[in-house]
């Protein structure tokens, strides 16, 4: 079966950190530029970073620039996302999205993703 579980979220007060995990399986991650996408309550899809499969291509939403930081370990088949700097506003549900072709952030729609997971609830409140 092919799928991906994400997991890592919870609640935090702003400022905060928190380190989200995506974990590939029935397919290869190194087959496949990684994305991560978040839907705040009551909003469509947002997509916030992208990865290519080696690792060294990085591109982020303007709304994390600086405070997120994707990753990724081919050999344990696992994404990751580094939240820094949380603020009320990076409240969501984090879902792991993967792609054979790079498409710029910007161009993501609600269609591209495909539900591979059940996603991770990160919850930003004092």
């Known amino acids: 079966q092919v799928q991906v579980v994400e997991s890592g979220g919870g609640l935090v007060q702003p400022g905060g950190s928190l380190r989200l995990s995506c974990v590939a399986s029935?397919?290869?991650?190194?087959?496949?530029?990684m994305y991560w996408v978040r839907q705040a309550p009551g909003k469509g899809l947002e997509w916030v970073s992208a990865i290519n499969i080696g690792g060294d291509r990085t591109y982020y939403s303007d709304s994390v620039k600086g405070r997120f930081t994707v990753s990724r370990d081919n050999a344990k088949g696992t994404l990751y996302l580094q939240m820094n700097g949380l603020k009320s506003e990076d409240t969501a549900v984090y879902y792991c999205?993967?792609?054979?072709?790079?498409?710029?952030?910007?161009?993501?729609?609600?269609?591209?993703?495909?539900?591979w997971g059940q996603g991770t609830q990160v919850t930003v409140s004092s």
């Open positions: 029935g397919f290869r991650l190194t087959n496949y530029w």
């Open positions: 999205s993967p792609r054979v072709e790079y498409k710029p952030l910007e161009a993501m729609r609600d269609s591209d993703y495909g539900s």
